[in-house]
């Protein structure tokens, strides 16, 4: 697998192709068995959205790196 990097101005000039409307408009379970099928994006269980923690930021910009 090939993995093409892109730079921020090369991805701000990239086409949205996201159909928001259809989103809006999905149920939960829809968009369960969307993900479900999708195998880049793997569904977690409660216990791994419990414990996910805020990423940190990062650059000259960043503020309270310290954890």
Same mark, same amino acid.
């Given at each position: 697998?090939?993995?093409? &990097?892109? !730079? &921020?101005? #090369?991805?701000?000039?990239?086409? $949205? +192709? !996201? $159909?928001? #409307?259809?989103?809006?408009?999905?149920?939960? #379970?829809?968009?369960?068995?969307?993900?479900? =099928? $999708?195998?880049?994006?793997? +569904?977690? =269980?409660? !216990?791994? +959205?419990?414990?996910?923690?805020?990423?940190?930021?990062?650059?000259?910009?960043?503020?309270?790196?310290? =954890?």
């Amino acid at each position: 697998m090939t993995i093409k &990097k892109f !730079t &921020k101005k #090369e991805v701000e000039k990239l086409k $949205d +192709l !996201t $159909d928001y #409307e259809r989103v809006k408009n999905m149920t939960e #379970e829809e968009i369960r068995e969307n993900a479900k =099928s $999708d195998p880049d994006a793997p +569904l977690q =269980s409660e !216990t791994d +959205l419990e414990n996910f923690k805020p990423a940190r930021r990062r650059g000259k910009n960043a503020k309270n790196n310290e =954890s």
